[in-house]
């Protein structure tokens, strides 16, 4: 009996090891571990506090206000930001910041200087019904997002981690975890929402959508200059049981060497 036990140990513990080993340079956003968590700055506070009028995550904003016409209905936007150019998350793909000239909310991988970058709160509204609402961090989507419909029932709830869905997984180049190899997009336990991957000194190696578990649109490859290697077509629905294609395909230098469009034609 005691030497099924000591067997018994032994085989748990060389398990739980190897799974370490496996998770080395992958782990969850959700996890204790984050890539960009410091103790300098850190998203968490101390709710026992007084919290200061405008200020969020530590940081001073400003309110700021869109009304657009729509017919006979008015979308309002109501947010506060802060004039930054601070990167917040070096791989993030959609940092959203409010244009002055154009009187927009827009988004974008790069921010020049002096821009107004959503910082804190975000309240969209259709007349005087709430139909979206979440928090902004430096223009990155931070925690609960929620979007309703007319009637105020819930259509869609997701929750973010300086960009990224909360559940996401994180691949890595090396085991410092510094240098971020690929984002699979994780909600409600499936992948839902955009894929990416990255060369090693950070720049896009591919992009693409996730629905239900499933491949859909046009994914695309780049070669480390930046430039397209190639699209692949799978569809605009998940589930589909047609085939994949590649529907065009570039040389390093910029070049369009095929076009399935053309190809079908002749």
Not at 53 to 71: D, E, L
Not at 109 to 119: F, G, K, M, P, V
Not at 212 to 221: A, F, L, N, Q
Request: glycine fraction near 6%; charged fraction near 30%.
């Amino acid at each position: 009996m005691k030497i099924r036990l000591i067997l018994f140990f032994l085989l748990a513990s060389s398990s739980v090891n190897s799974q370490d080993i496996f998770r080395l340079n992958a782990d969850t956003i959700s996890g204790d571990d984050l890539l960009f968590r410091s103790a300098e700055d850190t998203l968490l506070f101390n709710k026992k506090k007084k919290t200061k009028k405008n200020v969020f995550f530590g940081v001073k904003t400003k309110k700021g206000f869109i009304r657009v016409a729509q017919g006979r209905n008015n979308i309002y936007e109501n947010f506060h930001f802060i004039i930054s150019s601070e990167m917040k998350n070096p791989y993030a793909q959609e940092i959203h910041f409010f244009d002055k000239k154009s009187r927009k909310i827009n988004r974008s991988r790069t921010i020049s200087d002096n821009s107004l970058l959503l910082h804190g709160p975000y309240v969209k509204r259709l007349n005087n019904q709430v139909v979206e609402e979440g928090y902004f961090y430096y223009g990155l989507k931070q925690g609960r997002w929620v979007r309703l419909n007319r009637s105020d029932i819930l259509q869609d709830k997701e929750n973010y981690m300086l960009g990224w869905l909360n559940e996401s997984l994180r691949f890595f180049w090396d085991l410092e975890k510094s240098k971020l190899k690929e984002i699979i997009p994780i909600k409600f336990g499936e992948r839902n929402g955009n894929y990416y991957a990255f060369f090693e000194d950070g720049k896009v190696a591919a992009r693409g959508r996730y629905v239900s578990d499933s491949r859909v649109g046009v994914w695309t490859e780049f070669f480390n200059t930046g430039k397209k290697k190639r699209e692949i077509n799978y569809g605009d629905k998940p589930f589909s049981t047609n085939p994949s294609y590649i529907s065009r395909e570039w040389n390093n230098s910029g070049k369009l060497i095929y076009d399935r469009n053309l190809y079908i034609r002749e």
